[in-house]
């Protein structure tokens, strides 16, 4: 009997929380700067092993993927390789697509399992993609879809706006300002 309480109280020790720092909460009008939320860090915390389609078995997995294949769309972009970029940041959205179907709302900073904490933001990295693929649609003579891409990025950068405000939103925002108009 007294074994069984001790390893009672050793197992309610291991759900109680250990972590001593404060949580951050920021208030609901809170701008995150550049400086602290940009996409380059978004590549840097979700590097390593790539996602696979059919590997991907948790939420954080089609994240990693989709900013994976955003990363290398990116980079397909900057080597004007249009058609295999477009194809990288369609499978981009693919996975952060099945990120939003089970947490809808960006999060400036998400705990994904123990102290691990990223930035977490599928709907802004949506728009991104969408408005990286008008410049590869336009490139390709798709206007059609570039105009197509303009719209779903506007949808998703005002989602991700909802829950969380950026410098890079604001920054993306303007830039699709700027884009063709809608038709």
Not at 37 to 51: D, T
Not at 84 to 91: D, G, S
Not at 138 to 156: H, M, P, T, V
Request: hydrophobic share 35%; aromatic share 10%.
């Amino acid at each position: 009997m007294l074994f069984i309480l001790i390893l009672g109280f050793l197992g309610t020790r291991c759900a109680t929380h250990t972590q001593k720092e404060e949580v951050k909460t920021y208030p609901k009008d809170y701008v995150h700067s550049l400086r602290e939320i940009h996409l380059e860090k978004v590549f840097h915390e979700n590097r390593g092993l790539k996602v696979l389609e059919e590997n991907a078995t948790t939420v954080h997995d089609y994240y990693r993927g989709g900013v994976q294949e955003k990363e290398e769309g990116e980079k397909l972009i900057k080597e004007s390789r249009w058609g295999e970029a477009q194809n990288h940041l369609e499978k981009s959205n693919r996975f952060l697509g099945v990120v939003l179907k089970y947490l809808p709302e960006d999060e400036a900073y998400r705990n994904i399992y123990g102290a691990q904490v990223v930035v977490f933001l599928p709907n802004l990295l949506i728009a991104d993609n969408n408005l990286k693929l008008v410049t590869v649609y336009k490139n390709l003579g798709k206007d059609d879809q570039a105009a197509e891409a303009k719209g779903i990025g506007q949808r998703y950068l005002a989602e991700s706006l909802k829950s969380v405000k950026t410098e890079w939103a604001y920054q993306i925002k303007k830039e699709f300002e700027a884009e063709l108009p809608k038709k």
